[in-house]
């Protein structure tokens, strides 16, 4: 288990150091319901991080907040719809100086936290974007594993606008097994 926390900590050292590239401002949803937001968000495509690049049947889940908090589950079969699955509980906070709900931070190892923002989440709460102003990392969700096509690229096309690198991008595949 110490080999695992210390992937993390390097891993978030590694995402909060600085870049040469000036990005603009990343969008974010101008208001977020926390609580429609809780729930399971099956990710349909990522530019995924080291943890995640072989993710099959991925799922974040957001418990309502409580105390400041917003207790996460991240779980994912590792390597094939029938692969080992794999389970992190990271924590959000919201950050308060913004009143949208829609900037967090993901706390996977303390005292590290990285940014998180909610780009994009549909009236009905069915879709959402999530990014990072270093357009290093995207996740594309969804209420359910599978979206129609036209959905899909309409969330590719936010992915696109907001300076992503789509070649990046990568579909998670979701199923049982055959």
């Not at 926390?34 to 943890?51: C, E, K, Q």
Request: proline share 6%; net charge negative.
């Amino acid at each position: 288990m110490n080999h695992l926390r210390l992937f993390f900590v390097l891993a978030l050292l590694a995402g909060c150091a600085s870049t040469a590239i000036d990005y603009p401002p990343l969008t974010t949803a101008k208001a977020v319901d926390l609580d429609r937001f809780a729930g399971d968000w099956y990710v349909i495509a990522s530019i995924p991080t080291l943890l995640e690049k072989n993710a099959y049947n991925a799922i974040e889940s957001y418990k309502p907040p409580e105390n400041g908090k917003i207790k996460t589950t991240f779980r994912f079969n590792e390597g094939a719809l029938d692969g080992e699955e794999k389970r992190f509980h990271p924590t959000g906070f919201v950050d308060e100086s913004e009143s949208s709900n829609a900037l967090w931070r993901m706390q996977f190892v303390w005292p590290f936290k990285a940014e998180y923002r909610i780009v994009y989440v549909s009236d009905d709460y069915d879709l959402t974007v999530i990014g990072r102003s270093k357009r290093d990392y995207v996740w594309i969700m969804a209420r359910t594993p599978v979206v129609p096509e036209h959905s899909y690229q309409s969330l590719v096309n936010i992915v696109r606008l907001e300076g992503y690198d789509l070649s990046a991008l990568r579909k998670v595949p979701h199923g049982k097994p055959e």
